[in-house]
């Protein structure tokens, strides 16, 4: 999907100011990000509620970056259509949902854009090998979801390493992102683990120096 060794940087809008959503943009495609992460809750699978597609399709206007979706809501089969439309370069789905998930995944890929699925920190590797061959990317929670700013869980490193051996033993073609409390230490751990995607929020936007930020995450 991307190019395997470098290590991308996706930062998460969640933590911007929402009144300065244009200038908090621009100021991240000048600190350097390749990705804006999206955060859209739903109030129902996480007990928050944030962005929906009309939010993306305005923001889609004033920059081109590619834009990270990152869907923690129940019914995604019923709202990723709106979110492609508005344009999303990548949908990520929560494997804990109820829906047929080789279904979801092939009417994504079928829109033309990439499709990931993500595990909440309970949910094991194992609940999601099999699709591993179909998606362009598996997304680690590396806190529970719901809010930007909390710690780092590190018993989810196992996870990143478990899925770095299944994803090169088979060749597929299939990124990993770790998304939650992610800084210059944390952001180590998971590459060393075998992660390929960065999220982070508060690491950067809290930071006076973003530029700086961005690049203290990457090797
Ligand atoms: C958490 C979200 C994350 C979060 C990351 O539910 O999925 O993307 O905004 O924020 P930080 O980097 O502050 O943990
Ligand atoms: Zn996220």
């Known amino acids: 999907m991307m190019n395997m060794k470098r290590i991308i940087v996706a930062s998460s809008i969640l933590s911007a100011d929402f009144a ?60 990723w259509g709106n979110f ?36 909440k920190p309970k949910t094991s590797v194992s609940e999601i090998r099999d699709l591993l061959p179909y998606v362009d990317l598996v997304l680690v929670m590396t806190v529970e979801p719901g809010f930007s700013g909390q710690s780092f869980m590190s018993d989810m490193i196992h996870k990143i390493k478990e899925l770095r051996k299944i994803i090169d033993k088979n060749t597929y073609n299939c990124i990993i992102e770790v998304d939650g409390g992610i800084n210059v230490q944390t952001a180590k751990i998971c590459i060393k683990a075998g992660a390929n995607v960065l999220v982070s929020g508060n690491y950067i936007f809290a930071s006076n120096n973003p530029s700086k930020a961005v690049r203290s995450l990457t090797p």
Request: proline share 3%.
């Open 84 to 119: 492609q439309k508005a344009g999303a370069n990548l949908i990520t789905f929560h494997s804990e949902i109820q829906y047929d998930k080789r279904k979801l995944i092939e009417n994504i890929k079928l829109s033309g854009a990439k499709v990931g699925v993500s595990i």
């Open 20 to 79: 300065q959503l244009v200038s908090d943009i621009s100021m991240m495609e000048k600190a350097g990000v390749d990705w804006i992460h999206i955060d859209v809750m739903d109030g129902h699978f996480v007990p928050n509620i944030t962005i929906g597609p009309v939010v993306v399709e305005a923001l889609r206007k004033i920059t081109n970056l590619f834009f990270d979706i990152h869907l923690m809501i129940t019914n995604p089969e019923k709202y």
